[in-house]
């Protein structure tokens, strides 16, 4: 096996690999959020904004499913 078929291979088995990184973390990114807004919509997601100097945060309070 020459070394320019090698380095053809990991070049894309990385492309490839990274697609697939890329698109999965997509899919996870979505669901991410679709369950983030069931949760504010059920009550088990509160959140608060405040100020800290000029600086704006938020704090996520999430409850646990059994203690609805």
Do not use: H, P
Request: with cysteine.
């Amino acid at each position: 096996m020459s070394i320019e078929l090698v380095i053809m291979l990991v070049t894309g088995l990385c492309i490839a690999g990274g697609l697939g990184s890329y698109y999965w973390s997509e899919q996870r990114y979505g669901q991410g959020i679709i369950d983030g807004i069931n949760m504010l919509d059920s009550g088990r997601l509160q959140y608060e904004s405040y100020y800290e100097g000029d600086q704006k945060f938020i704090r996520i309070d999430i409850k646990a499913e059994d203690e609805e």
